[in-house]
């Protein structure tokens, strides 16, 4: 089973896809996070990441499809990926199709989500990640139980330096004009699957994920 998580930042794909990795046993990729670990690396590539992610712009095409491309041949994807944040173009959903082609493989399912902009902005700001096992946390709505620590592995959480208002107001700009796109791109492939994460109706990250669930049951 090959999974793409599309939507807005902050729309909880991090959340959804950890939860959907553990119901069905299959690889969690993120690209954000493969990203984020080369710009910590003092190299030029390092710099060259940071400098595209510090902005909230994109991470030129080729460079993101190659990096994806070299993610996909470890052996933890056979099973099955949820590939989050990837792809976010038309040229990456293409070179996607193309590489699980090579290997008889294909995407099956195509997760949406939407929330309202005060939701998304509200939830980014008051978010907090643990750098060693990426769980993610909410200083409002999903408090780690001692304050600044992750609950699984007691690492100290931390900020994003692109979680301010300004950088995501960016991101969410970056989001309609190349990735939203997408959403026609896998309509007419018949594997889209919008689902709304909003506080209005409950319908948050581990109701999103229970509704995937049955929906592949199906
Ligand atoms: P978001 O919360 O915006 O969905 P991610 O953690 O998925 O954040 O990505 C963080 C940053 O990494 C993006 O703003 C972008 O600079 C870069 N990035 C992640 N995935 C991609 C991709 N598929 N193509 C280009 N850049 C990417
Ligand atoms: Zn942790």
């Known amino acids: 089973m ?34 984020r670990k080369f710009s910590n690396e003092d190299s030029e590539l390092g710099k060259e990441i940071k400098s595209y992610i510090e902005k909230g712009n994109l991470v030129p095409d080729e460079l993101t499809i190659k990096m994806i491309q070299e993610r996909l041949k470890e052996k933890d994807v056979e099973n099955g990926v949820i590939l989050d944040g990837f792809p976010r173009t038309e040229a990456q959903a293409i070179a996607l199709d193309k590489i ?7 995407v099956d399912l195509v997760i949406d989500l939407n929330s309202p902009k005060e939701e998304i902005l509200d939830r980014i700001v008051t978010r907090r ?60 492939a018949n594997k889209l699957m919008k689902i709304e994460v909003t506080e209005k109706t409950g319908t948050m990250a581990k109701e999103a994920a229970e509704q995937v669930i049955e929906k592949i049951k199906k």
Request: aromatic share 6%; with cysteine; proline share 4%.
């Open 2 to 35: 090959n999974i793409i998580m599309l939507g807005a930042p902050g729309t909880g794909k991090g959340t959804v896809s950890s939860i959907l990795k553990e119901k069905l046993n299959i690889a969690h990729v993120s690209s954000g996070d493969i990203f």
């Open 100 to 106: 699980l082609e090579e290997e008889g493989k294909k």
């Open 129 to 188: 990640i643990c750098p060693k096992c990426k769980a993610v946390y909410n200083t409002k709505l999903n408090k780690p139980k001692q304050e600044g620590i992750c609950d699984i592995c007691g690492s100290q959480l931390y900020q994003r330096d692109d979680d301010t208002v300004e950088k995501v107001e960016n991101r969410i700009e970056v989001y309609k004009t190349q990735t939203k796109p997408l959403e026609e791109y896998y309509e007419k």
